[in-house]
């Protein structure tokens, strides 16, 4: 999945929208059959979590009233054939690939997937280790350490795909509409983390 951000740059309607503020009132998402989708017409919750700069685990947890834990489907380091410049990364420079699915421990439902590009080569040994085990979620790391941090939201956009929306049926993803954010999170005033996460629409609207 790496190759969806190379060349990619910061012209998006998006770039530094909510850097100030929770609310534009004419805000549209490049959405299904290339119609735009009115972000006043998203649930509440989602539409939330779209611009928070919080943890989305801890967020999910207090709206359903259930433990959400994260189960990590990728992690390897790779080498970057060409620039992700969102993340100021160079051709050559190894990178953290990891994806990540948030579920409800009791009800089962998969409420968000989560893709991270990681430059580790910015970031402090023993959070590199931290990262590079898979044994901790990186909003529970950033927390935990003191690293000093902001997110950047960078792309906000929805389309229509297949998508595991319960662990019950593992093997059994189903089409549905999804919403999903792209942030970066500057650490040590460098770009350190690249995320994409993915909120199907339907857990959002019960």
Do not use: C
């Not at 910015?122 to 590079?132: D, F, G, M, N, Y």
């Not at 997110?151 to 993803?173: G, Q």
């Not at 792209?182 to 609207?205: K, W």
């Amino acid at each position: 999945m790496l190759h969806l951000y190379y060349d990619r740059h910061e012209e998006t309607p998006f770039f530094g929208a909510f850097r100030s503020q929770g609310y534009l009132s004419e805000a549209t998402i490049p959405g299904f059959n290339a119609e735009q989708l009115a972000m006043a017409n998203l649930p509440p919750l989602l539409r939330t979590l779209l611009i928070t700069d919080g943890t989305v685990t801890k967020s999910l947890e207090a709206f359903f009233w259930e433990p959400v834990t994260v189960d990590t489907i990728l992690l390897e380091t790779v080498t970057a054939a060409r620039q992700v410049n969102w993340l100021e990364v160079t051709p050559g420079e190894e990178v953290l690939l990891r994806e990540v699915q948030l579920r409800g421990t009791q009800s089962q439902r998969i409420y968000a997937t989560a893709f991270s590009v990681v430059r580790l080569s910015v970031l402090a040994p023993e959070i590199r280790e931290a990262l590079t085990s898979g044994k901790v979620g990186i909003g529970v790391l950033i927390r935990d350490s003191g690293l000093e941090s902001y997110r950047e939201i960078l792309d906000i956009k929805a389309d229509n795909r297949e998508f595991l929306l319960t662990a019950e049926k593992p093997d059994a993803p189903q089409a549905a509409d999804i919403v999903s954010r792209t942030y970066r999170i500057i650490a040590n005033h460098q770009p350190a983390i690249l995320i994409t996460e993915n909120f199907p629409i339907t857990h959002y609207t019960r």
